[in-house]
Nanobody, 120 residues
Framework: QVQLVESGGGLVQAGGSLRLSCVAS????????MGWYRQAPGKQRELVAT???????DYADSLKGRFTISRDNAKNTVYLQMNSLKPEDTGVYYC??????????????WGRGTQVTVSS
């Protein structure tokens, strides 16, 4: 019914940049909020950033200034611009969305993730 697909991950040197994208598709009435989470091997999944459909944003305190979240509501797409990347940013980045579906109801959806690896 709803699918989230991430892209843009890869291997980058420390200090470099990447931009992740996530597109939502399916029986979508409206997307209340979209965001990014990440998980390193053996670690707990953590918040990176979220953005509401109206544009308000929320970031993990440690990432403010380096990461920027944005969205294109017409394309049901959210982006994450990552600058000054560090090895500790390595992990799987997951797209998340709170969505109202056409058939009625609200759900929390996750993509399968995209790998980000930062070398030093």
């Amino acid at each position: 019914q709803v699918q989230l697909v991430e892209s843009g991950g890869g291997l980058v040197q420390a200090g470099g940049s990447l931009r992740l994208s996530c597109v939502a598709s399916g029986s979508i009435l409206s997307i209340v909020r979209m965001g990014w989470y990440r998980q390193a091997p053996g670690k707990q999944r953590e918040l990176v950033a979220t953005i509401a459909s109206g544009g308000s944003t929320d970031y993990a305190d440690s990432l403010k200034g380096r990461f920027t979240i944005s969205r294109d509501n017409a394309k049901n797409t959210v982006y994450l611009q990552m600058n000054s990347l560090k090895p500790e940013d390595t992990g799987v980045y997951y797209c998340n969305a709170g969505i109202l579906i056409r058939a009625g109801g609200y759900g929390d959806y996750w993509g399968r993730g995209t790998q980000v690896t930062v070398s030093s």
